[in-house]
């Protein structure tokens, strides 16, 4: 099933050549992991979350609906399935620059933040993947901080 999806979902970014599809493809499952561990690193599942989740790849990868269920799906697997974070950080380290790191990161604390209250377990989840992206610690707390002030 695992490879249906994929298969399905590679191919409904007909509009970019192969390559390009694969490197969105990697990038979109690798940014929708991790921002599902933030979602549900505090055990908590709330609709806001969700909605922010789900909004948040919307505006990273320009998806339609059917294409943002269908990762949404696969990212549940891959997540489940993970031993660790690195092999997504890897990903967006070798393909992002650090503004797009940047924008992961608010998008990591908006999802934190869309159920208005920070766990420590949200925290600390943010933190290493942070630490991995090789993000450093002053881009951390200011990605954190505007996310704040924007009221998520």
Same mark, same amino acid.
């Given at each position: 099933?695992?490879?249906?999806?994929?298969?399905?979902?590679?191919? #409904?970014?007909?509009? &970019?050549?192969? !390559?390009?599809? %694969?490197?969105?493809?990697?990038? +979109?499952?690798?940014?929708?992991?991790?921002?599902?561990?933030?979602?549900?690193?505090?055990?908590?599942?709330?609709?806001?979350?969700?909605?922010?989740?789900?909004?948040?790849?919307?505006?990273?990868?320009?998806?339609?609906?059917?294409?943002?269920?269908?990762?949404?799906?696969?990212?549940?697997?891959?997540?489940?399935?993970?031993?660790?974070?690195? #092999?997504?950080?890897? &990903?967006?380290? !070798?393909?992002? %620059?650090?503004?797009?790191?940047? +924008?992961?990161?608010?998008?990591?604390?908006?999802?934190?933040?869309?159920?208005?209250?920070?766990?420590?377990?949200?925290?600390?989840?943010?933190?290493?993947?942070?630490?991995?992206?090789?993000?450093?610690?002053?881009?951390?707390?200011?990605?954190?901080?505007?996310?704040?002030?924007?009221?998520?």
């Amino acid at each position: 099933m695992y490879r249906k999806i994929q298969e399905w979902f590679t191919t #409904q970014w007909l509009t &970019v050549g192969q !390559e390009d599809v %694969d490197e969105n493809h990697q990038l +979109a499952l690798a940014t929708a992991v991790l921002l599902y561990e933030v979602m549900r690193s505090d055990h908590e599942y709330t609709a806001s979350e969700e909605h922010t989740y789900r909004q948040q790849l919307e505006q990273h990868f320009s998806l339609s609906q059917v294409e943002l269920d269908t990762l949404c799906e696969l990212t549940v697997e891959k997540a489940e399935n993970a031993v660790d974070f690195q #092999q997504f950080t890897k &990903v967006l380290n !070798e393909m992002c %620059d650090p503004q797009q790191k940047r +924008a992961i990161m608010e998008s990591l604390w908006a999802v934190a933040y869309a159920d208005h209250q920070l766990s420590a377990d949200e925290e600390y989840t943010i933190r290493k993947i942070a630490d991995l992206l090789f993000v450093p610690h002053s881009q951390f707390i200011q990605s954190k901080l505007k996310v704040q002030e924007q009221g998520h």
